[in-house]
Every structure is written in structure tokens, then in C-alpha cells.
């Protein structure tokens, strides 16, 4: 194909709306304050959180003081720092899990001249072309499992009681075709265990049509590597590159047994 193809268009990102809540109040409000796109003000982190508004204006301020938040007008609107990401990245150079699958979803972005996601149970990144040369796509991204294929194919290979667990949420809807009833959910997840992978049907976003395979290591599926498809769902040809990939991915991590790969 022509080297001057470009796939660096991406459909529009929303806003994360499945956030990770936790018991710690510094942890829930800088979880906040990095999906927003816009700073927030300490009402509407308190509203967002659930936490009491002094509680929250006390913790934000102590952030601020140990550098970790940014505060900017009246009232106070609050934003993280450059530490909150540089934190994250310090994490992911020893994440030997990351840099495999990302070397992985270059390659799978190569072999099928097309932009290749990658994710994980909690967060997404993505690699793109342009010019025939790698470039990442923005990171980060974190929606319910259920409504991305990438989600779907790891949420398909979790434990019966976690799959059941986030069938029940009360999923948003994002386009008029996005599965929010829990019995769809279930069976979904089960279809795409059953196949070895898993085909979006614009649940996300309208027009994107992607299918994505498992990868794992020791313990379990770890990732998923995603890419787009035919509206008709994945090649034969699609499907066994990206399951020979994923399967080399797998074995740099440790895993051993024989991956179940379906070209049919």
C-alpha cells in the first residue's frame, strides 16, 4: 500500500465515565481530576465524589502543597500537575507487560496497515501510521468493558462472578446499538470466550467497527490487541495475524498453554 497512507484520524474520545472509585479520598479525587477535561472547582468534585465538601477542599489543598495538583481562579478550580502523569509513566517503564504489547500492537498495526488498540481490564492505548511510521494514540481511555471489544474479550475471560458483577453496573449508552442489559452483557462475553475474540458492533462509537483477540501471561489474559475490520466482521486472513501476534505476545509473557485461535 501507498506509503503516504495515514490513519491517524480517530473517532472522537468522550470523557471516561468509568472511573475506579476507591476508599482512599486523595485517590477518588485525583482519579477525578485526571479524566476531566477541564479543572474542578471543590463542589463539583464533592458531588462527584460523594465525599463532604470541607473533607474535599481540606485534601485538595494539601495536594496542591505537595505538587501534585495545580489550583487556578475564583472560585478555586483544581487540575492535576505534571506529576500525576509522570508518575504513570515512571510506572509503565517497568511494566514489562506494557512494552510487550505495545511492540506487539506496532507490528499488528504494520501487518494490517490499519490503527491497533491495546488494552487492559482498566485503560486503553492505541498505535496508529502515519507515513507508515508508528505514532501512539492518546492513552488512557477507560470505559465499561462491555461497550469496546477490547473490554469485552478481557472482561470475557474473568471469573464468572466478576462478569456477572459488571453486567449489573447500570452501563451508559453511547450509540443507539450499545448492550446495557446484563443478560446481553453475560451472553456477550460468553459468545466471544467461546470464539477466541470478539467483533464490535458500534456500541461505542457509530461507524468503527473493530474486532479484538486475548493475550496472556502466567496467570491469566493480561491484554487485548484491537483493530478494525469490514463491517462484515474480521478476514480469515485478519484473524490469523492477529492471533499469530497475540500469541507471540503471550508466550513473551509467560504464557504456556496452547492458545485457542478461531479462523472461521
Not at 477525578?32 to 458531588?47: D, F, G, N, R, V
Not at 509522570?86 to 501487518?111: F, M
Not at 471489544?149 to 452501563?171: F, K, S, V
Request: proline content about 7%; overall charge neutral; aromatic content about 6%.
Amino acid at each position: 500500500m501507498s506509503s503516504q497512507r495515514s490513519w491517524v484520524r480517530i473517532p472522537d474520545m468522550v470523557p471516561p465515565n468509568h472511573i475506579r472509585h476507591s476508599k482512599h479520598s486523595a485517590l477518588a479525587l485525583l482519579s477525578h481530576l485526571a479524566a476531566s477535561p477541564t479543572p474542578l472547582t471543590t463542589a463539583e468534585l464533592a458531588q462527584r465524589t460523594e465525599l463532604h465538601r470541607a473533607s474535599v477542599y481540606r485534601k485538595l489543598e494539601s495536594l496542591v502543597s505537595e505538587g501534585w495538583l495545580e489550583v487556578e481562579g475564583t472560585p478555586h478550580r483544581y487540575s492535576v500537575s505534571w506529576g500525576v502523569p509522570q508518575l504513570g509513566l515512571l510506572a509503565l517503564r517497568n511494566r514489562h507487560t506494557h512494552e510487550v504489547v505495545l511492540i506487539r500492537a506496532t507490528e499488528l498495526a504494520r501487518a494490517l496497515d490499519a490503527p491497533t488498540w491495546f488494552g487492559f481490564y482498566f485503560g486503553s492505548s492505541g498505535v496508529g501510521l502515519l507515513n507508515d511510521l508508528p505514532i501512539l494514540l492518546p492513552a488512557g481511555l477507560s470505559v465499561p468493558p462491555s461497550c469496546v471489544r477490547g473490554g469485552l474479550i478481557l472482561l470475557a475471560y474473568q471469573e464468572d462472578a466478576e462478569i456477572e458483577r459488571m453486567a449489573h453496573l447500570g452501563l451508559p449508552r453511547f450509540t443507539d446499538r450499545t448492550i446495557t442489559e446484563p443478560a446481553g452483557i453475560i451472553a456477550q462475553a460468553r459468545k466471544a470466550r467461546q470464539l477466541g475474540y470478539a467483533v464490535s458492533n458500534h456500541e461505542y462509537v457509530t461507524g468503527l467497527i473493530k474486532f479484538s483477540v486475548p493475550v496472556f501471561d502466567s496467570k491469566g489474559v493480561v491484554a487485548s490487541l484491537s483493530t478494525r475490520c469490514p463491517d462484515s466482521g474480521p478476514t480469515p486472513d485478519m484473524l490469523g495475524i492477529a492471533n499469530d501476534i497475540a500469541e507471540r505476545a503471550s508466550l513473551e509473557l509467560g504464557h504456556r498453554a496452547g492458545i485457542r485461535s478461531v479462523i472461521a
